[in-house]
């Protein structure tokens, strides 16, 4: 009698742990806790909860790599089908990227990592639409910059400078609306100015200077 009620208590827990499962509200929306393989598979795709057809918590997305559901992806909203706190993953566990997305909208900050350290690659940000806005930084596997852009509009706009691995800067260029349009310079491992000039639309114009340990040696006009 004790292992048939046992049985009893184990297909009413499992029944009630299915029904709760992959449910839908009134008006038809996901509600509750909602899982989904693999088509074809008994392998997990992505787990997570909705309230009334927006996603609520945190949800957790996965790879099929060998059979087997990897972590690649998780999301955490901050508000029920808004903005979430998003995180990448490599198939070794390793963190990826880490940001915030606005549905499919990378928005706010936003940090890449190195492949074989968790060391910044690449720190950018975004406006609500999506578009790149501000500095962007991309750094050596040292932790040094090694270039540092501005950002309008998604488009580059204003000085781009790039750094060598002993924080020399080595080059700068200006941008306005996504073209080369300014004044740029050239510099040596030494940060010795050895060439300096203006682009116009993306093409040099007027006079360039290239220099020899700090002395002007030629001087060039271009014309686009």
Request: hydrophobic share 30%; aromatic share 14%; net charge positive.
């Amino acid at each position: 009698m004790k292992y048939i009620v046992t049985y009893i208590l184990l297909i009413l827990v499992f029944s009630v742990s299915a029904q709760t499962i992959n449910q839908l509200d009134e008006n038809g929306k996901q509600h509750g806790v909602w899982k989904k393989n693999f088509d074809g598979t008994n392998i997990l795709r992505f787990e997570g909860e909705f309230h009334h057809g927006k996603e609520i918590g945190l949800f957790r997305f996965y790879q099929n790599i060998n059979g087997k559901a990897v972590l690649a992806a998780t999301r955490e909203f901050l508000e029920p089908g808004t903005k979430a706190n998003v995180t990448f993953f490599a198939s070794t566990g390793k963190l990826i990227s880490e940001g915030q997305m606005n549905g499919k909208t990378y928005v706010g900050e936003w940090k890449y990592y190195q492949k074989d350290s968790n060391k910044l690659l690449t720190l950018e940000h975004f406006d609500d639409s999506g578009n790149l806005t501000g500095e962007r930084f991309i750094y050596y596997t040292t932790g040094q910059v090694s270039q540092k852009e501005n950002y309008k509009k998604g488009k580059l706009d204003g000085i781009s400078v790039w750094y060598s691995e002993d924080n020399v800067v080595i080059k700068e260029y200006t941008y306005v609306d996504g073209v080369l349009h300014g004044p740029s310079k050239f510099y040596d491992p030494k940060g010795q100015l050895i060439a300096e000039g203006f682009y116009k639309k993306d093409q040099k114009d007027g006079i360039w200077k290239y220099y020899e340990n700090g002395k002007l040696i030629k001087e060039k006009k271009t014309s686009n």
